[in-house]
């Protein structure tokens, strides 16, 4: 399992932006997911590797997932942070298309997580 870098986590108040961003190369479709103590692991965002993107309906409007390409990147730009949204976040990817949602098992490559803290 290859293990992804990923970076910019940190603490913001209510209301404010971060961006995160995961290193990688040679994947189809790369993802965010987050997790807090004791909950089960929620799909933030995903894109393929034609651009094609999806969001969970709770960061809708709020949150994009652009990619540099040329650059291997993968960045999770959140806007209009909630307290409620303090957990980690970890980057994913995989070699096959995730348009069809086949949640975090398909993924075989993790990051270590970055925490994200909003303060009210």
């Known amino acids: 399992q290859v293990q992804l870098v990923e970076s910019g986590g940190g603490s913001v108040q209510a209301g404010g932006s971060l961006r995160l961003s995961c290193a990688a190369s040679?994947?189809?479709?790369m993802a965010w997911f987050r997790q807090a103590p004791g909950k089960a692991r929620e799909g933030v965002a995903r894109?393929?590797?034609?651009?094609?993107?999806s969001y969970a309906y709770s960061v809708k409007g709020r949150f994009t997932i652009p990619k540099d390409n040329a650059k291997n990147i993968l960045y999770l730009q959140m806007n209009s942070l909630t307290p409620e949204e303090t957990v980690m976040y970890y980057c994913?990817?995989?070699?096959?298309?995730?348009?069809?949602?086949?949640?975090?098992?398909?993924?075989?490559?993790w990051g270590q997580g970055t925490q994200v803290t909003v303060s009210s």
């Open positions: 994913a990817a995989d070699k096959r298309s995730c348009q069809k949602n086949n949640g975090e098992q398909q993924y075989n490559s």
């Open positions: 040679g994947y189809t479709c």
């Open positions: 894109i393929d590797s034609d651009g094609w993107t």
